[in-house]
T-cell receptor, first 112, second 113 residues
C-alpha cells in the first residue's frame, strides 16, 4: 500500500521545547489520523481530523488538516519525557475506502 | 471508549506450527484489519474484513488466512509458521464511513523459532 511522506524521521529535543511534524501526500485525503506508539505497544489514536482546515487539540497536542487536503501537521507544546515514542499519521484517500495509508513515523526523543 | 483486545501479547512458536491470533472489538464496528509491523517497513496490511464472513486480501496475504465468524471477532491464522513471520501483529477496528476512525489493539509479538 501507499505510504505517506512523514517528516522528520526522528527528533531529539530538550524537555519543554515544542515539536512539529508533518505528513504529505500526492493525493487528496478525506480523513487524517495521528497516532502515538510506545515500544512494544499498539498505536494509540491521538487526534482525528475530518475537514480541510480543521484544527483540533488534545491537551498539549494540536493537529491540522491542510487546506489542500494533501497534508497534515501535528504540534506538541512544552514536551515532557513521556512524549517519547513514535508518532505516525494515517489518511483515508476517499470516503468509504477500506484501507488507510500510513506515514513512516517520527521517532521523538525528549531529553530531560 | 473503544476497546480492541488481542489474545496474546507475546507468543513463541516453532516452524511449521499452526498459529491463531485472535482479536476482539467491543464497538460493533463493521471493519476489522490485521497488520504486521517490522522495523523499516512500517505497517503492512495482511487482510481485512468489512462484514461477517467477508474478507479481502491486503498487501501481504501470502502465508496467512483469516476468519470472521462473528462481527466482534477477527482471527489471523498462520497455517504453517515460518521464521520470516516473526513480527509484531496488530489488529485494528474501524468505524465509519462517516467520522471514520481506526483503533488498534495492543499487538502480539510473535517469534517463530
Amino acid at each position: 500500500g501507499q505510504q505517506l511522506n512523514q517528516s522528520p524521521q526522528s527528533m531529539f529535543i530538550q524537555e519543554g521545547e515544542d515539536v512539529s511534524m508533518n505528513c504529505t501526500s500526492s493525493s487528496i485525503f478525506n480523513t487524517w489520523l495521528w497516532y502515538k506508539q510506545d515500544p512494544g505497544e499498539g498505536p494509540v489514536l491521538l487526534i482525528a481530523l475530518y475537514k480541510a482546515g480543521e484544527l483540533t487539540s488534545n491537551g498539549r497536542l494540536t493537529a491540522q488538516f491542510g487546506i489542500t487536503r494533501k497534508d497534515s501537521f501535528l504540534n506538541i507544546s512544552a514536551s515532557i519525557p513521556s512524549d517519547v515514542g513514535i508518532y505516525f499519521c494515517a489518511g483515508q484517500p476517499w470516503t468509504g475506502a477500506n484501507n488507510l495509508f500510513f506515514g513512516t513515523g517520527t521517532r521523538l526523543t525528549v531529553i530531560p | 471508549d473503544v476497546k480492541v483486545t488481542q489474545s496474546s501479547r507475546y507468543l513463541v512458536k516453532r516452524t511449521g506450527e499452526k498459529v491463531f491470533l485472535e482479536c476482539v472489538q467491543d464497538m460493533d464496528h463493521e471493519n476489522m484489519f490485521w497488520y504486521r509491523q517490522d522495523p523499516g517497513l512500517g505497517l503492512r496490511l495482511i487482510y481485512f474484513s468489512y462484514d461477517v464472513k467477508m474478507k479481502e486480501k491486503g498487501d501481504i496475504p501470502e502465508g496467512y488466512s483469516v476468519s470472521r465468524e462473528k462481527k466482534e471477532r477477527f482471527s489471523l491464522i498462520l497455517e504453517s509458521a515460518s521464521t520470516n513471520q516473526t513480527s509484531m501483529y496488530l489488529c485494528a477496528s474501524r468505524s465509519g464511513p462517516e467520522r471514520d476512525t481506526q483503533y488498534f489493539g495492543p499487538g502480539t509479538r510473535l517469534t517463530v523459532l
